[in-house]
């Protein structure tokens, strides 16, 4: 098994709708080769607050990204930067959210679209900043630029499912379609990254209220699928709430690389060997 991981957060997707609809998913937990965890996810249940604690983590209070406003650099270490120091390749297509917290803020659209400087935080990028770019094109852009830079760590953030639950509401026929074509451009990478042998997460930030909103405490808005296909992790579904804050270490474990001083301390249930984030 390499040391190498793949993490896809699919941006708005509830606990409960991805239990129901992401099919092939659940075949993999089903024959034991995917384990399965609820998150509880910190708050407030926003994006850009949120994509800084899964990539550093640290709650709001102590990072300082308390909003969706808050445009501006991270002061915290975070997986990019860990993976830089300690000699390892890292690359992301995501939300320009993500580049404005890691690498340049504000965005610069025509400059920053596509980067590959090995100097920086994120060092291979592809970035969108339309809601509306597909899902299939965020994660075709990432398959491609896995085949030409072999990250060890790749941060994949399609915004589909939260677009639709933002326009629809959580129980809406559009929000669970989309949710139903994730799964299925899913299923057809999963197969290839399993083969060759990544450590494989799939979560989301936050929820999705009924109404269309989320930033609340709501379980809706907070509870969210941890899926890990990895040989180091039971392959169940698990009955223990995990805390958010427990994904960076996580990550950091896999790669084989120390946490920042900053993460917490957290045994992940249903562990094989030494998996103690």
Not at 39 to 60: C, D, F, H, I, Q
Request: charged share 25%.
């Amino acid at each position: 098994m390499s040391n190498k991981v793949i993490a896809i957060v699919v941006d708005g997707m509830r606990y409960d709708k991805a239990y129901e609809a992401l099919g092939y998913i659940q075949h993999l937990v089903e024959t034991n080769r995917a384990a399965l965890f609820k998150v509880r996810s910190e708050l407030p249940s926003l994006s850009r607050p949120l994509y800084e604690v899964l990539l550093t983590g640290t709650p709001a209070s102590m990072n300082g990204i308390t909003s969706n406003q808050a445009v501006q650099l991270s002061a915290e270490k975070s997986l990019f930067h860990l993976t830089k120091e300690n000699g390892l390749r890292n690359g992301a297509v995501a939300y320009y959210w993500v580049s404005e917290l890691y690498n340049r803020a504000p965005f610069v659209f025509v400059e920053d679209r596509e980067q590959e400087d090995s100097t920086k935080p994120i060092q291979y990028g592809k970035f969108y900043w339309d809601d509306d770019y597909p899902d299939s094109h965020v994660l075709m852009d990432a398959e491609a630029l896995r085949r030409k830079h072999d990250p060890h760590f790749l941060y994949i953030h399609p915004l589909g499912v939260d677009v639709k639950g933002e326009a629809f509401g959580s129980e809406s026929k559009e929000y669970r379609e989309q949710i139903l074509k994730m799964g299925s451009l899913l299923a057809q990478l999963l197969p290839i990254w399993m083969k060759e042998g990544y450590h494989i997460l799939i979560t989301s930030d936050h929820g999705m209220s009924e109404y269309g909103n989320h930033g609340g405490i709501t379980d809706g808005e907070r509870d969210v699928p941890l899926f890990i296909i990895s040989p180091k992790v039971e392959n169940v579904v698990h009955s223990e709430v995990v805390p958010q804050l427990a994904f960076a270490p996580l990550v950091c474990e896999l790669l084989e690389i120390e946490k920042s001083d900053k993460m917490i301390n957290y045994s992940l249930p249903g562990c094989k060997g030494k998996v103690t984030v």
